[in-house]
């Protein structure tokens, strides 16, 4: 049996509830950056040296998954309980981010990304993470009725991320090369 509809065939897509809207309306656009999020962070995970990268990693994508969900129900559709992003899941990561930071403290100038394969595809995840956060800030200015904790909890992922992607690379004993007004300057050299 084939793993396609075709009913997109017509430049719509389904929501969680009654309906189609086409592909390029804000909801699908907005969903479908948390998934490439989501997607980014398997490739980080499947290159993670430290067993806590995966389990962070993990963990967050579970949570895009429902995030995706609850952003795809239709307007005015009951939202179930599971999908719900709640200020707890924006603490998680609080904790998380804390965490990181003290084991590796942030570094105070920009950072060039990809010291490590897993360092970049963190780097990576976390830019995507950020086109998600302002498409569900573009949905949310459009109207639609979206949970403020969605757009708290794609922010501090991000964060998170650039975290994950210091301490990733700190794991392996490498450092990002650092930005600064005078150029450039590689740690690792």
Do not use: W
Request: proline content about 8%; charged content about 25%; overall charge negative.
């Amino acid at each position: 049996m084939p793993h396609y509809t075709a009913a997109g065939d017509d430049g719509t897509t389904t929501l969680y509830g009654p309906g189609r809207v086409p592909k390029h309306h804000q909801q699908p656009e907005t969903f479908g950056a948390v998934d490439e999020a989501s997607s980014a962070l398997g490739l980080a995970r499947a290159l993670a040296q430290a067993p806590r990268s995966d389990q962070i990693a993990r963990a967050m994508q579970e949570r895009l998954y429902l995030i995706m969900a609850e952003l795809a129900v239709v307007v005015g559709e009951p939202i179930p309980d599971a999908f719900v992003t709640t200020p707890e899941h924006v603490s998680a990561l609080e904790t998380i981010a804390a965490e990181l930071e003290a084991e590796v403290p942030a570094p105070k100038q920009f950072v060039l990304p990809g010291a490590t394969p897993a360092g970049g595809a963190l780097d990576l995840a976390r830019t995507i993470m950020r086109r998600a956060e302002r498409e569900a800030s573009r949905l949310r200015a459009g109207g639609h009725p979206l949970n403020p904790e969605i757009l708290r909890y794609l922010n501090r992922a991000s964060s998170v991320l650039y975290d994950l992607a210091r301490y990733e690379e700190h794991h392996a004993g490498r450092e990002a090369p650092r930005a600064t007004r005078h150029g450039v300057q590689d740690a690792n050299a």
